[in-house]
């Protein structure tokens, strides 16, 4: 999970993230499997956007991104280059 976030946050995979550029892990389930984990979500892809928000805002309030509770470092340790590509020379 932490390549593919990573895939993301640093444009590296084509998609919503990209064309938005929408890089901040807002909210995130675990489950014991790929399988398990695409079916749930195909369903929360059909949810109503209220229904996503309300689900985010439960255990998130505040919009942090959760990318350093995955990886298990500090944010700054997390390895994001998209930061540093953006930075002026």
Not at 27 to 46: P, V, Y
Request: some cysteine.
């Amino acid at each position: 999970m932490i390549k593919r976030i990573y895939e993301h946050k640093n444009d590296l995979t084509e998609g919503f993230t990209k064309k938005y550029q929408v890089h901040n892990l807002v909210w995130f389930e675990t489950h014991e499997t790929a399988e398990t984990a695409i079916i749930r979500e195909k369903q929360i892809k059909r949810w109503e956007r209220k229904w996503k928000i309300r689900v985010i805002e439960q255990v998130n309030p505040q919009w942090d991104d959760l990318y350093s509770e995955i990886c298990g470092f500090p944010p700054e340790d997390c390895g994001n280059d998209r930061l540093k590509r953006h930075e002026p020379k």
